[in-house]
């Protein structure tokens, strides 16, 4: 049997953890010969609920879940994990502007980031999920210099998936019909969800879809909005998606993507594409079974584009920069 690997999740006591804790504890995401230790962590506040969500996990009887550690200390937390999925975060309050957000959840990650490059394996991967991730992301990569700065990335591959899903539904399809669609930049309003390169069933999706004004407008405008659209209705943000998405972006992250496709990460930009070195920028990647990734190169980029891609990088840059100010340097 091979030995356990070490998982922590944050928020833990929240909705997406309740979504991704079944399927992540069942094999779907490390295989279905891996077994987990888990470590929970959420806020002193939440270790009640928390108690509730390791019943249930105990209550599921899955034979790879080898223990469950919940604790509200970071320390403990990060201690000799190999993977850290980091979804809790300060949730947007009504009437609270972005960057009292970004003000609260800095903290949040300058510490994870401090805690990590103390306790966790220096392989460990990261994936931040929660907002602003792409910043979060880099916050915590910054206060965490013994760790490799590619082994933290940020979600964007519900981004990918909403992409995937609208194409295909448009074309009557199922989203794997449809591969290499890429989200370029910020997991924003501002992302930029490109099907230049991508396929449909073997063709270009220009030509698949024939409907030019549509790819360029509502399609872009949708996927970008999903988020809202979906608080809209269910009064509660993506949890279902968002835990399903952490799913495949792990899981191709540790086995390989498959031949030519790729998928995208937010991950911390090499300069590739002229994006600015070490912001967490949302690009096409490809990964090894050896769990390490790179940025798909030479792909040609129109006037259109580089419009799109810039726009989301000038809110990178300004996010950065307030991150930092917020970090007191
Ligand atoms: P939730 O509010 O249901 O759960 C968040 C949990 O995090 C709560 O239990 C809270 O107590 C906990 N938490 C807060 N501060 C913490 C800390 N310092 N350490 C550990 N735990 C802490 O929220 P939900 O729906 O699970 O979403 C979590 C985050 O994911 C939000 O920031 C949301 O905006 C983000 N998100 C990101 C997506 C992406 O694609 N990148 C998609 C959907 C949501």
Known sequence: EKSPIRV??????????YS??????????FGHDQPIELVLLDIEAMLTVLDGVVMEMQD??????KSIIPTADTDVACKDIDVAILVGAMPRREGMERKDLLRANVKIFKAQGESLDKHAKKSVKVVVVGNPANTNAFICKKYAPSIPPENFTALTR???????AQIATRMGLVPQDVKNVIIWGNHSNTQFP????????????YEAVQDDAWLKGDFIKTVQTRGAAVIKARKLSSAMSAAKAIGDHMRDWWFGTKGDEYVSMAV???????????????????AKPD??????????????????????LTELQEEKCSAEEFCGY
């Open 8 to 17: 922590l999740v944050t928020g833990a006591a929240g909705q997406i953890a």
């Open 20 to 29: 991704l804790l079944y399927p992540l504890s069942k094999g779907d995401v």
């Open 291 to 312: 769990h390490t990734y790179s940025i798909v190169q030479g792909l040609q980029i129109d006037e259109f584009s580089k419009e799109k891609m810039t726009t989301t």
């Open 194 to 205: 490109d099907v230049r390169h991508a396929k449909v069933a073997g063709k270009g999706v």
């Open 158 to 164: 519900l981004d990918q998936n909403r992409a995937q």
């Open 60 to 65: 599921c009887a899955l034979p790879l879940l």
């Open 268 to 286: 911390p930009s090499d300069g590739s594409y002229g994006i600015e070195k070490g912001i967490i920028y949302s690009f096409p990647v490809q």
